[in-house]
C-alpha cells in the first residue's frame, strides 16, 4: 500500500505566487494526500482553511497566477 506524502496534522509551507512576487504561510494539512492532490489545509497565520494542490512533500500551493 502507497504511503500518503503529507498526512493529517503535518506542518506544511502554503505558497501562492502572483507574477515574480511568492507569498508564503504555514499551514496543517486537513487531510492525507500524495502529489498533485487536491487538498484543504488550515492556515496559521489567518486562522482560515484554504484549497490547494501538494506540489511537494511539505508544499502547498494555494491562490495566485502564473
Known sequence: KRQPVAAVGESIEIVAEYGPLTV??????????????????ANLATDTVVQGILIAPGKVRAGGRK
Open 24 to 41: 508564503s504561510a504555514e499551514g496543517r494539512m486537513l487531510a492525507d494526500a500524495f502529489l498533485g492532490d487536491s487538498v484543504r489545509v
